[in-house]
């Protein structure tokens, strides 16, 4: 009996100090563990954002990259026109030079046989051997007229289709410089744009590292934090234990003085509790209290639920149906399960030796969520059963039937 009241007071000294520290796993760092989720939250939304803007990026990119690969084909058409200009002009000057030449060769023709016309006849009829030497000479002259007029002509022709070909490439030219005009303004204006999305993702980009970077001076904190909590725990736990060796010492002393004195054991509740509210009993069968809710047992303040004692193993059942908050370990209340009903109202089941749910889990009132064990601050096999209301401890007589 006195091994066993021994056992109970490291039980209650471990739940006195998790009552006056407020040391419960998740509940250390809460508002920096908001921060870090909502600016998690608003990273997901940058980087959207600039998914959506890099995409622009690259669809102006590949429309720069398809105009520029135009505008190249309009500039190698426009030097080729400038090109067959540059050939049509010199063409065209040497027909002009062509033209005149044969226009003075004729002129001096003509003229020769305007101021020599009876001569040149009178010659030919004396210098001809016969009459029909003299006609072929005379239609030699004529022919050469008429050579010297098809020349001229012909070279005018020539000149005038130079001249509109010149003047045709000159109008392909025009178009062709306007269309380079165009072209080049559309790319000017994509690259523009192309630059002002890019500055966007750098913008998205520069948020997105500040955040992270917040993020990480913000876990920082929290671990410094937690590992604040914890040694000021472990101090907490050395006070104490050294106040129950003192205790024991004390105890010991007394009992030495008063063998004569019988001890009288606390009693355990082996009877059912009933209580005021619509909640299911969580370990059907078992009815054992160990520790009721507002004990003391040398806490400095009252112990935060109600210790249901039962062996290893025993199923352990959800009080009302709703959905698994948390299920995990911790040091403190070890394996443990909180289910949250709405209202800010929430179940707490701890020390199990086996947990039977998981988080985010929907379940119904009377399913197994775990089995009875004595993980964490446990000093036997029992069921430590709590309620919250918006974070803090409630007396669950006042939910339970």
């Known amino acids: 009996m006195k091994k066993i009241k021994r056992r109970m007071g490291f039980f209650l000294i471990f739940v006195m100090i998790i009552a006056s520290t407020g040391i419960v796993s998740g509940e250390v760092g809460q508002e920096q563990k908001n921060k870090i989720s909502e600016i998690e939250s608003k990273n997901k939304d940058l980087e959207k954002k600039k998914e959506k803007a890099q995409s622009e990026v690259n669809k102006l990119e590949s429309q720069v990259a398809d105009i520029s690969v135009t505008l190249n084909n309009t500039n190698a058409k426009l030097a080729s026109t400038e090109n067959k200009i540059d050939n049509a002009e010199k063409k065209l000057k040497k027909a002009q030079e062509q033209e005149n ?165 606390a009693p355990v509740i082996n009877t059912r509790h009933t209580g005021t509210g619509s909640y299911s009993w969580p370990l059907p069968g078992q009815y054992t209290i160990s520790s009721n809710y507002g004990d003391t047992d040398g806490r400095s303040s009252g112990h935060n639920g109600v210790d249901i004692s039962a062996p290893a193993g025993t199923p352990i059942v959800a009080a009302c149906s709703g959905t698994v908050e948390w299920a995990n370990y911790s040091s403190s209340a070890g394996n443990w399960v909180g289910i949250s009903h709405g209202g800010g109202i929430t179940t707490v089941y701890m020390h199990m030796s086996a947990i039977a749910v998981s988080a985010g889990q929907k379940i119904s009132e009377g399913q197994t969520i775990g089995y009875v064990g004595t993980t964490g601050w446990s000093t036997g096999n029992h069921l430590h059963f709590g309620v919250r209301v918006n974070g803090a401890w409630a007396n669950p007589w006042n939910f339970l039937k």
């Open 101 to 265: 030449s044969q226009y003075d060769s004729m002129k001096v023709r003509i003229q020769y046989m305007y101021e020599n016309g009876n001569t040149q006849m009178i010659d030919l009829l004396f210098n001809s051997d016969s009459i029909t030497d003299f006609m072929d000479k005379a239609e030699y002259i004529t022919e050469l007229s008429e050579y010297d007029r098809n020349m001229l002509n012909e070279m005018v022709r020539t000149k005038e289709t130079i001249a509109n070909t010149k003047k045709e490439l000159e109008t392909k030219k025009k178009e062709l410089v306007s269309l380079q005009k165009k072209q080049k303004d559309s790319m000017n204006q994509l690259i523009a744009l192309s630059a002002s999305k890019q500055n966007e993702v750098d913008s998205y980009n520069g948020i997105i590292q500040q955040n992270e970077a917040a993020v990480e001076d913000l876990e920082a904190e929290i671990a410094q934090m937690e590992k604040q909590a914890a040694e000021e725990e472990s101090r907490r736990i050395a006070e104490e234990e050294s106040r129950r060796k003192e205790q024991e010492k004390l105890a010991a002393a007394n009992r030495n003085k008063e063998n004569t004195t019988p001890v009288t054991q």
